[in-house]
């Protein structure tokens, strides 16, 4: 179903959450009306920066339009912080003056459009109608990624690089932790503890309580995990390996694996106690998360000082080790226990990747800059890049970029 605005067709049919930021009563009238009378979306307007940046902390927003100019900041830093915030949210920026500088600088801060004042109603319409979309078929592609440990810090020494990558690639993560680690230290600090670092990792926390050092890989340890499963209906699963001197950690891999039987992707990480059969075949890049996953591994406080296990040169040069195989520097290693996503045809250089029959996907998605060119979803591409052509390549990779150099090429929105 369609309409005509400005002699523009404009799909009527998405209806989406807005929010937009304009300094300019009378001009944000301007909009409210046009996306709101005529484009049936739902739009709240906020004046200044701060105000933008505290509503971005709720989620839904499908569309985030900002004027690059206001009071208390540059709409350019609100978008910035509404990828850490809310990755999905589709971000277009208002001009009045549409310089190179202008541009090259949206550029860089993986805007998805770019309008100049005065915007037409019919462009304005068609550009958050074409980004309704294309957030929604991403929505779709989206994975739901859950990490499973035995003990509180577990998760985050195997794959919080992994973990940090994915919120980034807008996918939901969840880590499901089955003791407090009693054995270890006090019970309810270390479940602040875990608490801490899961926020800090974006993840949603299942803290379960089965007795430390005495996990079963039978019942009740499956149906503590079942439960969890039917809870998040994840699409990803990272759990223990079986080749790990703890038994808790080697109960957990085989519990996990009857109780994830129709998850579709299980992979096994690496613990500080793995033995030598531990072989992954998977080594996933996290250059850009290495840093976090430390920051992650620091909310361990209890355990930081008493634990050689957690000392940040073993992190550091475990990660590094398992990058001379992988597709970057650092990387965390995984065995395959199981992937349903290979399909051999028309994609067979990506369904490749994505078992890590050779290298690793690059970790994550990355929706903006000019570079990237393993994006499936021709809706989904990037018309400021298509504008900026000529911009030089090494001009659109912005800090915090997911997957460096290689890898950057090859990123794709759920590839983790
Ligand atoms: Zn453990």
Redesign the pocket.
Known sequence: MSEMVDGTAVASDPVGRILLVEDDHDYAGFLVHVLQKTGGHAVTPVADAEHAVRLLGSPGWDVLITDIHLPDGNGLDIVRRARELTPSTRTVVMTAFASVDSAVDALRNKVDEFLTKPVRPGDLLETVNRLLLTARAAAKRRQRVLAI???P??VEIGVAGILVANRAAGNETAVLTLTCGAEGGERAERAREARAAAEFLGAELYLRDLTDTEISEGQPTVAVIEEVINAFNPTVVYTHSVHDN?Q??RNTSLASTVACRKVPRLYCYQ?PSATVDFRPTLFVGIDDFLDDKMTAIEAYRSQYAIREYLAPDLTRATARYWGRLGPSRYAESLEVVRDRTGVVGADQPDSADAVGRDRAPAVGADRGAGTRTGANDPGDEQPIAEALSDVPVEATAGPGRVGAGDAAARTDETAI
């Open positions: 440990g035995a003990h810090d577990d703890h808790d950690h613990s």
